[in-house]
């Protein structure tokens, strides 16, 4: 089983450019995330969807955009990248039950360089 | 709001070694989930357990062990007999159930052969 797939592993951007991280999944999960790991701080939200044509910010949404148009694809979009972006990305799925509470599975990470 | 912390930041300890890491967690929630992850130097995100608040009963598999208590709004692993493949960052994590997980900053554990 695939799982949850990120593409690419490894990017580095100039400042101002832009890229689409690419995340998806083949277990029909509704409920997709997208967290930024930053050295010392653990994992913070960046956008979550609960299903196709649903998405929501979550803490740090600045700079980022996301789309959902099926259940198996959860793109992030960085426009105009900036040094602050420079993080290790996480894009994780869970499938949804009554009440919740279900473990993420994570996709392998992409490690993005905004220089 | 949720709250995770785990005011550990690095630890050290010599293989076989037991050590504990800290979770304390905030939420105005009487139903929540508590997760603990490992990531290993290779990075990715393995799932290690979850507990409800409704189950305060003590889990152990293997040399890891889980210790919730309610009253003190905490969570907390313990590895025994630590090995050098117990090195990694662990994190600690919350969610109500419907809202996305919480996470700590983690606690990165060395262990020394």
């Known amino acids: 089983n695939a799982g949850v797939t990120q593409t690419p592993k490894f990017r580095i951007l100039k400042i101002g450019q832009s890229m689409t991280l690419q995340c998806t999944q083949d277990?029909?999960?509704?409920?997709m995330y997208w967290y930024r790991q930053d050295p010392g701080m653990g994992l913070k939200l960046i956008y979550y969807s609960v299903g196709a044509g649903i998405t929501d910010k979550g803490e740090v949404p600045n700079g980022y955009n996301v789309s959902r148009s099926t259940t198996e694809d959860f793109p992030l979009r960085l426009e105009l990248a900036a040094p602050s972006q420079t993080s290790v990305y996480f894009c994780a799925s869970r499938r949804p039950t009554p009440r919740g509470g279900e473990k993420l599975f994570f996709g392998s990470g992409t490690q993005l360089s905004v220089l | 709001a949720q709250k995770v912390t785990q005011a550990q930041t690095e630890i050290s300890v010599v293989e076989k070694e037991d050590v504990t890491l800290d979770c304390v967690y905030e939420t105005r929630d009487t139903t929540y989930y508590l997760f603990w992850y490992k990531q290993p130097p290779s990075g990715e995100l393995v799932f290690l357990i979850r507990?409800?608040?409704?189950?305060?009963q003590n889990e152990i598999s293997g040399r890891y062990s889980w210790n919730f208590q309610k009253s003190t709004s905490s969570f907390n692993f313990t590895i025994t007999a630590s090995q050098v493949v117990d090195s990694a960052v662990y994190f600690c994590a919350l969610s109500d159930g419907n809202t996305p997980l919480v996470f700590g900053k983690g606690t990165r554990l060395s262990v020394i052969a």
């Open positions: 277990m029909n999960h509704n409920y």
């Open positions: 507990r409800n608040s409704f189950d305060e």
